[in-house]
């Protein structure tokens, strides 16, 4: 198993491009999320997913999106880039809620 | 909200030492997590532990939900235990919104 999967590793954009943060996991995980990291303040929710078809808001949702059309895919969308979503992204997923959490590499976006 | 804290912030050790990393709680959970993060940035799940105490190698973990703190305990620490521990929450109760701490950062001189 490959486990959690995030490309890119590195992306830099303008302010205003849109972009799309991919996230695959092989484990037939239901739960899956997305985090962004920044300098001192720990992990943050973005966005969930409890299975295909079924997404919901985390704590910090303004400015990106969600779809969950596979159990195996959860990409998350930056629809008009700014400067204040500079951080890194991490995808996580884990088999049921409640259950262990498994992330990816993560994914260090700049925005310029 | 819940409120989750970690202490102590920073942590200095040679290799060798024992060492015990703190999290508190303001309210009762059901699943608390730690995870490790290594200075290339990777996240690794150390320990799904509501309630009890397990151990993996020399790291050990004990929650005591009733008091509402976790403690991680590291044994011979090495040089590779180095980077940030989490601990993470659920906001309430049977929700799949986690709330991470803001870690204790260790350092582990050889």
Known sequence: ?112 | GIQVEQSPPDLILQEGANSTLRCNFSDSVNNLQWFHQNPWGQLINLFYIPSGTKQNGRLSATTVATERYSLLYISSSQTTDSGVYFCAVPVSYNTDKLIFGTGTRLQVFP
């Open chain 1, 1 to 112: 198993n490959a486990g959690v999967t995030q490309t890119p590793k590195f992306q830099v954009l303008k302010t205003g491009q849109s972009m799309t943060l991919q996230c695959a996991q092989d484990m037939n995980h239901e739960y899956m999320s997305w985090y962004r990291q920044d300098p001192g303040m720990g992990l943050r929710l973005i966005h969930y997913s409890v299975g295909a078809g079924i997404t919901d808001q985390g704590e910090v949702p303004n400015g990106y999106n969600v779809s969950r059309s596979t159990t195996e895919d959860f990409p998350l969308r930056l629809l008009s880039a700014a400067p204040s979503q500079t951080s890194v992204y991490f995808c996580a997923s884990s088999y049921e809620r409640d259950e262990k959490l498994f992330f990816g590499s993560g994914t260090q976006l700049s925005v310029l």
